[in-house]
């Protein structure tokens, strides 16, 4: 860890440390039972190329009707969607599910649109590839929850000289978890864009910070959340980064994603975690971020 999370950490205590290792250990959830796993598969349907996802069987019968190529089959006893299109090309994929979801979406299925696009590797893809290799698939990130399949987000803890937790309040007007409290900065990685090239735009656009170089900003490592919310299914990577924020340094708000911040020594942050005023992502971005998973 770097020395300003240290100085949190240390603050923390063995007992508050371990009060947020508990806190964040049940934010990895498993779906309803009952929820429908859907597949890319070949042309004869029968051998899953690649796991994308989980959905509720309401969901799965909308998608069946509505996405070109796609059927349920049941084998021993249980019901899977097929996708029957391994073999198209990325591109191909990705028109023939955006044209799905933006059906959807006109039916008022699909909600928190925001024109634009995740990727997707793989189910078990927890970091992006950086070697230029084209996803399974991109399209708009509403349909990910929607379709339950795995996202990626980044995610900084800014951590003071003097061992604080700056915070930032998720503004009212957001879809998910308006009001609040967050990591300093926080938001999901766009198709074609880096987890490093990504955290350094959060930080211009959510806290108005302006990096010159990125000795300041440490990889902390990444941790998965996985719960059902109103949208469908959450299953992202939480990509965290630590970053020592400059003595004196204050965040501004640019895109009006966040309504204020608060600067929290470590006494405070544990409070108002376990009050529940915190997202669960940003809970187990602090909890990863301090090595306590």
Known sequence: MSLHSTRFAAA???????ALRTAARHLDRSPPA????WYCTGLDGVAPAASLGVMSPERARVVETTLEACSMQARDSV????????????????SLLQQALEQCHVRGLVHGWRNEAFAFWHHDCFV????????????????FRFLGMRS???????FTP??????????LSKATDPGMLDNVTAGGLPAGE????????????EAGAVLEDTCSLHDAGLVRTARLDTGGWHDETLL?????????WEPANRDGEVSGFLCLSASEALEHIQAGAFTEDAVASLARGLKLL
């Open 240 to 248: 965290v980064y630590n970053w020592d924020c400059p003595n004196g």
């Open 128 to 143: 992006p590839p950086d070697d230029g290799r084209p996803p399974l698939l991109a399209v708009e990130r509403a349909g």
């Open 194 to 205: 880096s987890p490093l090239a990504c955290a350094l735009r959060e930080l211009q656009e």
């Open 34 to 37: 009952d929820w429908v796993r």
């Open 162 to 171: 003097d061992g604080r937790l700056w915070c930032g309040r998720r503004s």
């Open 152 to 158: 990626h987000a980044v995610h900084i803890n800014g």
């Open 79 to 94: 019901t899977r969607l097929h996708w029957n299109t391994a073999h198209l090309s990325s591109t191909e994929r990705s």
């Open 12 to 18: 923390l205590g063995p007992s508050g440390a371990e």
